[in-house]
């Protein structure tokens, strides 16, 4: 019975109520790809959504099960948005201009591409790699999770904290641990097998998700090549275990990890959003997607939070560039504003808390 | 290994595994500069390539970024670059050109590269057989169950070795330690002197019984767990402890009841 609760959940968490989330920002359309886009999108308003709840009910010290609530009524009334949006939203505006039928070739690509995809995530099922950082990373999830706090035990000992200690303190802006652990609770599995072997099987697909976001963006009518670009993404990431810092590596190897999660998806998902703006093509809500991104990317490391606010920028200044114009950057730009507010009290606990 | 004052030449080729990458680099650059006539993505790739080199991966930014992020991180940045996204767009690009010898010779070089220069995920031993769920050390996985189920729920405190202390809270953190991972540095910054010299101890070729054991008591250790190929300096039955269990190479030893 347990498990069934927990493959029931598993779908319902980690694939339909993603898939509604994400459905504001794709035009109505009953193809499968919509539907795959829509998934992507719902995931990270997801992070984004729990990062907003979670950070100040941690520096309150409130237990786990208030964030899971109060989580839950925030997607919901994301969910009624997104409902009210879509009625108004024309039906079948295609994103999926390539509506052509699937050639030989395309299909043996197709194959080629889900062998290595899948041959990457049959490695996260089956296989084991065990990383010292889950010391302090996924022993907070557990101590979440059994005890219903959140950092309020040391990783390390199990000692009650009175204040957050070392690099506690960046957990607190960033707590994917918390989330991780809300899902454990959710889905009644122990987090570090939700770690280990659920998580980074989801978090790979939902990479290459964002992976076909931007092929899709460069080549909106060329499926071969968008095709032909997965695959390659997906060799130089299993080539790319050039030292133990590559992003590659930290993808392939520990994606559970906020910091993976960084390279995995955020950078791509800013990279997908500055070809739209650079383009001037007319999706729905682009700026409102890029702020809901680095929400999410506050939610997953420290290093989330910078990178992503880097990224943006650098975003916002090639666009200042490409249309000679202050203006036509500034709505990338703010989009930081998150980062900077993440970072900040990020310091405040650093500079004034901890001294 | 990257140094404290490692350059940022040092990190780059540490982190690219060489100086191959800056004819990669090199030929990336022309390469989107030879397709931007051809898409007007290339041209946005570009300018995101070139004024993120100049923003962020470069000694001088270098210098900029370390003073508001620590150094040792500082090679992450080189995550912004996307590399492995640009090179799939050009690589894509070229194979798919009208011109059947820039194809060619795309694919031969692509090939070329991934031999020479490429190091794969997963025949360098990053990955090995799962012995259980959790996917942890399986003595470490073992000796957890055996402290959980003992206990019964209960909290319980045990001094165990660094070949085992990150795992054993990944398990349950009902498991108590008197201290884990990085007891000197930033993340558990562990204050007290006698467990410095327990955990020196601990660490030690021969483990220091007379020291050890009560020491480990006063601390409240329920449970003492040691490296069965340890050589010990003398009997712990002597120093309130009975052995409780073998488990995976290791001994546990468990206070007696008074």
Same mark, same amino acid.
């Given at each position: 019975?347990?498990?069934?609760?927990?493959?029931?959940?598993?779908?319902?968490?980690?694939?339909?109520?993603?898939?509604?989330?994400? =459905?504001?920002?794709?035009?109505?359309?009953?193809?499968?790809?919509?539907?795959?886009?829509?998934?992507?999108?719902?995931?990270?308003?997801?992070?984004?959504?729990?990062?907003?709840?979670?950070?100040?009910?941690?520096?309150?010290?409130?237990?786990?099960?208030?964030?899971?609530?109060?989580?839950?009524?925030?997607?919901?009334?994301?969910?009624?948005?997104?409902?009210?949006?879509?009625?108004?939203?024309?039906?079948?505006?295609?994103?999926? +201009?390539?509506?052509?039928?699937?050639?030989?070739?395309?299909?043996?690509?197709?194959?080629?591409?889900?062998?290595?995809?899948?041959?990457?995530?049959?490695?996260?099922?089956?296989?084991?790699?065990?990383? %010292?950082? %889950?010391?302090?990373?996924?022993?907070?999830? +557990?101590?979440?999770?059994?005890?219903?706090?959140?950092?309020?035990?040391?990783?390390?000992?199990?000692?009650?904290?009175?204040?957050?200690?070392?690099?506690?303190?960046?957990? +607190?802006?960033?707590?994917?641990?918390?989330?991780?652990?809300?899902?454990?609770?959710?889905?009644?599995?122990?987090?570090?097998?939700?770690?280990?072997?659920?998580?980074?099987?989801?978090?790979?697909?939902?990479?290459?998700?964002?992976?076909?976001?931007? =092929?899709?963006?460069?080549?909106?009518?060329?499926?071969?090549?968008?095709?032909?670009?997965?695959?390659?993404?997906?060799?130089?990431?299993?080539?790319?275990?050039?030292?133990?810092?590559?992003?590659?590596?930290?993808?392939?190897?520990?994606?559970?990890?906020?910091?993976?999660?960084?390279?995995?998806?955020?950078?791509?998902?800013?990279? +997908?959003?500055?070809?739209?703006?650079?383009?001037?093509?007319?999706?729905?809500?682009?700026?409102?997607?890029?702020?809901?991104?680095?929400?999410?990317?506050?939610?997953?490391?420290?290093?989330?939070?910078?990178?992503?606010?880097?990224?943006?920028?650098?975003?916002?200044?090639?666009?200042?560039?490409?249309?000679? =114009?202050?203006?036509?950057?500034?709505?990338?730009?703010?989009?930081?504003?998150?980062?900077?507010?993440?970072?900040?009290?990020?310091?405040?606990?650093?500079?004034?808390?901890?001294? | 290994?990257?140094?404290?004052?490692?350059?940022?030449?040092?990190?780059?080729?540490?982190?690219?595994?060489?100086?191959? /990458?800056?004819?990669?680099?090199?030929? *990336? /650059?022309?390469?989107? /500069?030879?397709?931007?006539?051809?898409?007007?993505?290339?041209?946005?790739?570009? *300018?995101?390539?070139?004024?993120?080199?100049?923003?962020?991966?470069?000694?001088?930014?270098?210098?900029?970024?370390?003073?508001?992020?620590?150094?040792?991180?500082?090679?992450?940045?080189?995550?912004?670059?996307?590399?492995?996204?640009?090179?799939?767009?050009?690589?894509?690009?070229?194979?798919?050109?009208?011109?059947?010898?820039?194809?060619?010779?795309?694919?031969?070089?692509?090939?070329?590269?991934?031999?020479?220069?490429?190091?794969?995920?997963?025949? #360098?031993?990053?990955?090995?057989? #799962?012995?259980?769920?959790?996917? /942890?050390?399986?003595?470490?996985?073992?000796?957890?169950?055996?402290?959980?189920?003992?206990?019964?729920?209960?909290?319980?405190?045990?001094?165990?070795?660094?070949?085992?202390?990150?795992?054993?809270?990944?398990?349950?953190?009902?498991?108590?330690?008197?201290?884990?991972?990085?007891?000197?540095?930033?993340?558990?910054?562990?204050?007290?002197?006698?467990?410095?010299?327990?955990?020196?101890?601990?660490?030690?070729?021969?483990?220091?019984?007379?020291?050890?054991?009560? #020491?480990?008591?006063?601390?409240?250790?329920?449970?003492?767990?040691?490296?069965?190929?340890?050589?010990?300096?003398?009997?712990?039955?002597?120093?309130?402890?009975?052995?409780?269990?073998?488990?995976?190479?290791?001994?546990?030893?468990?206070?007696?009841?008074?």
């Amino acid at each position: 019975m347990g498990k069934v609760w927990s493959l029931v959940t598993l779908v319902f968490y980690l694939g339909a109520v993603p898939f509604l989330m994400g =459905s504001l920002y794709v035009p109505q359309c009953r193809k499968l790809l919509s539907a795959v886009r829509s998934w992507g999108y719902g995931m990270i308003t997801m992070m984004a959504a729990y990062q907003i709840v979670c950070v100040p009910l941690i520096l309150l010290h409130r237990p786990l099960t208030e964030t899971v609530i109060l989580w839950h009524v925030l997607l919901a009334g994301w969910l009624a948005v997104c409902f009210f949006l879509r009625i108004k939203q024309k039906t079948g505006s295609g994103e999926d +201009v390539c509506g052509k039928k699937w050639k030989n070739t395309e299909f043996i690509l197709l194959g080629v591409l889900l062998f290595f995809v899948l041959s990457q995530c049959a490695f996260y099922a089956l296989g084991m790699h065990v990383d %010292d950082d %889950d010391a302090r990373y996924v022993a907070n999830a +557990v101590a979440a999770w059994e005890t219903n706090t959140m950092f309020h035990f040391h990783p390390n000992n199990g000692e009650a904290m009175s204040y957050f200690m070392g690099e506690i303190g960046k957990e +607190v802006t960033s707590p994917i641990m918390m989330y991780y652990a809300a899902l454990s609770m959710l889905l009644r599995i122990h987090p570090t097998i939700l770690c280990h072997t659920i998580l980074p099987t989801v978090l790979l697909i939902l990479s290459y998700c964002i992976l076909w976001l931007l =092929s899709d963006e460069i080549w909106p009518k060329e499926r071969q090549k968008r095709l032909i670009f997965l695959i390659l993404c997906a060799v130089f990431r299993i080539m790319g275990n050039t030292s133990t810092y590559t992003d590659a590596s930290v993808i392939l190897m520990r994606l559970w990890q906020g910091k993976a999660l960084v390279p995995a998806v955020f950078l791509p998902f800013i990279l +997908v959003l500055y070809l739209r703006f650079y383009m001037k093509m007319e999706k729905p809500y682009p700026v409102l997607l890029l702020l809901t991104g680095n929400v999410a990317a506050c939610l997953a490391s420290g290093m989330g939070i910078y990178l992503t606010a880097i990224m943006t920028g650098c975003c916002a200044v090639a666009l200042m560039i490409r249309q000679k =114009s202050f203006r036509s950057g500034l709505p990338v730009l703010l989009c930081c504003i998150p980062n900077l507010c993440y970072a900040g009290i990020y310091l405040l606990i650093l500079k004034v808390i901890l001294r | 290994m990257l140094m404290e004052n490692s350059s940022f030449i040092e990190i780059f080729e540490l982190y690219f595994g060489g100086r191959y /990458i800056y004819v990669l680099l090199v030929c *990336l /650059i022309a390469a989107l /500069i030879f397709l931007r006539k051809k898409t007007r993505i290339s041209g946005a790739f570009l *300018l995101f390539l070139i004024v993120t080199i100049i923003c962020t991966c470069n000694p001088l930014a270098m210098m900029f970024w370390t003073k508001i992020i620590k150094r040792h991180i500082y090679r992450r940045m080189f995550w912004n670059l996307s590399l492995i996204v640009l090179f799939s767009f050009v690589v894509t690009e070229l194979l798919c050109s009208k011109k059947k010898w820039v194809s060619v010779l795309c694919a031969a070089a692509t090939v070329f590269c991934l031999c020479f220069f490429g190091k794969s995920m997963y025949f #360098t031993g990053n990955f090995e057989r #799962t012995t259980n769920p959790f996917k /942890i050390p399986q003595n470490a996985a073992s000796i957890a169950n055996y402290l959980v189920t003992e206990e019964e729920g209960k909290e319980t405190r045990v001094l165990a070795p660094s070949g085992i202390f990150c795992y054993l809270r990944q398990y349950s953190s009902r498991i108590h330690q008197l201290y884990g991972r990085d007891i000197y540095g930033y993340t558990s910054p562990v204050e007290s002197e006698e467990k410095h010299r327990l955990f020196a101890c601990m660490e030690a070729e021969n483990i220091d019984v007379p020291y050890v054991f009560p #020491t480990a008591r006063s601390f409240g250790c329920t449970y003492i767990i040691l490296d069965m190929e340890k050589p010990l300096t003398a009997d712990p039955l002597k120093y309130g402890y009975d052995i409780a269990a073998d488990i995976g190479g290791c001994r546990i030893y468990k206070v007696k009841e008074e």
